[in-house]
């Protein structure tokens, strides 16, 4: 029984043991015009079938304003030369776990830099600004068409010279039509009304015309 336990004991202590290790990949994300990929995220797919991945997948790293990224997954000798996948922004790249040259480098991790095909999306910024200068283009065309208009007739031409036409009123007691400013003076003079009743008849023609309006 003794010669039992210490054979097992034996075996325990020399055989290898699958030891987890750290294994690190880095590198920088960029687009097809080599400008970072900022503040995205590099997740690790898996290729289809490959069920030895499937424990790395999920794993992810979001990229810094420069475009670098570090993804940290733990992993056995098992998993030695194994392929996974890089996916970032939907498009893949092909890594292989390479677990000695990952110990022998100097800062232990693997370095793989990932340039997309696609080109960056336009900046927030010059969108705005794009809308804005559609947006002044219209209303700069709006105006210029409306002034046209205006001015294309004697009577828009003086109101952009600031002389309004002034408003014509129709005398009550001759039918005549008379500026509003001088309808007083015509009833005064015309028709040898007193001033003050003069004023008091235009002031109800003028009151007829407000309610008119409204």
Known sequence: M?????????????SPSAQAE???????????DRSPVMLDYVYVQCIPGDFACYQFRGAQSITDT????SIVIDLTEEE????????????????????????????NQMTQDIQLEQNPPPSGVFFGFGC?????????VSVLMRTGRMLSTKQGRMEFMGMKQARMLECPTCKEMVAQHELVMHLIVEHDMEAFEAGELAG???????????
Not at 6 to 14: D, H, V
Not at 66 to 69: A, D, F, P, V
Not at 132 to 140: D, H, M, P, Y
């Open 132 to 140: 804005f200068i559609v947006l002044f283009t219209l209303v700069f």
């Open 80 to 107: 030695d030369e194994l392929d996974i996948l890089l996916n970032l922004r939907g498009e893949n790249f092909t890594h292989t776990i390479d677990i000695q040259a990952h110990r022998d480098s100097p800062n």
């Open 22 to 32: 750290t294994y690190r990949i880095t590198g920088k994300a960029t687009f097809a």
């Open 2 to 14: 003794r010669r039992l336990l210490i054979a097992l004991l034996l075996i325990m202590l020399f």
């Open 66 to 69: 420069y475009g670098y990224y």
């Open 204 to 214: 109800k023609v003028m009151r007829r015309t407000w309610s008119e309006e409204e």
